[in-house]
């Protein structure tokens, strides 16, 4: 079946790069999403990126695909502590009903 | 901007009893789901909701599990006879598409079972 892996841990210095990359399995994911946890909150979608592209960028965040690699990655540009937080990412395709299917999560941790 | 609510935040039950756990989805969203993560462990899908029936579910939601639409806005999870191993977050989820960015994630429901 389809499986993402992450990395669990990320220490960066507040004004610092975060990268956060993701690996998965499934040749056919259609969509590759980044989500966002904050204690005692739930998941909220960062971005989203469709298969047929390489990279989106949305103000601080880029997201970079080598679909050849199946990689995924998340770069945050000048973390602010604010971005503490854990980060998932998830992939969907046509023949799971697109329905995400989650890594591990990778918790970031900022300091000043 | 309109959430998805799920309560209680927090709930402990006896092994063996039932519990419901409850969501209210997006008012006009048409795809619901149900996913849990134990402590330190992937988020993982169980079960999908579509025109009033269970569209995909996974190999977690067996016969213990069930789901309902009792009314136009609420969605519940039901475990039968709960177990040690049901302990987890379980997070509700609803979409106005299938696909896409339109997944909405309420903040969870701490089940711990003892």
């Known amino acids: 079946g389809e499986d993402v892996e992450q990395s669990l841990f990320l220490s960066v210095r507040e004004g610092d790069s975060s990268v956060i990359n993701c690996t998965y399995t499934?040749?056919?994911?259609?969509?590759l999403y980044w989500y966002k946890q904050e204690p005692g909150a739930g998941l909220q979608l960062l971005t989203y990126?469709?298969?047929?592209?390489d990279m989106k960028q949305d103000q601080r965040l880029t997201v970079l695909l080598n679909k050849k690699d199946k990689h995924l990655s998340l770069r945050i540009a000048d973390t602010q502590t604010g971005d503490s937080a854990i980060y998932f990412c998830?992939?969907?395709?046509?023949?799971?009903?697109?329905?995400?299917?989650f890594g591990r999560g990778t918790s970031l941790i900022v300091h000043p | 901007e309109p959430e998805v609510t799920q309560t209680p935040s927090h709930q402990v039950t006896q092994m063996g009893q039932e519990v419901i756990l409850r969501c209210v989805p997006i008012?006009?969203?048409?795809?619901f789901y149900w996913y849990r993560q134990i402590l330190g462990q992937k988020v993982e899908f169980l079960v999908s909701?579509?025109?009033?029936?269970?569209?995909?579910k996974s190999e977690i939601f067996d016969d213990q599990f069930s789901v309902e639409r009792p009314d136009g806005s609420n969605f519940t999870l039901k475990i039968r006879s709960t177990k040690l191993e049901d302990s987890a977050m379980y997070f509700c989820?609803?979409?106005?598409?299938?696909?896409?960015?339109?997944?909405?994630f309420g903040s969870g429901t701490r089940l711990t079972v003892v």
């Open positions: 989820a609803s979409s106005d598409e299938q696909a896409g960015g339109g997944y909405t």
């Open positions: 499934d040749s056919s994911s259609t969509y």
């Open positions: 990126i469709f298969s047929n592209m």
């Open positions: 998830a992939e969907g395709s046509a023949g799971g009903s697109y329905i995400p299917t």
């Open positions: 008012s006009n969203h048409l795809y």
């Open positions: 909701f579509y025109n009033n029936e269970i569209s995909e």
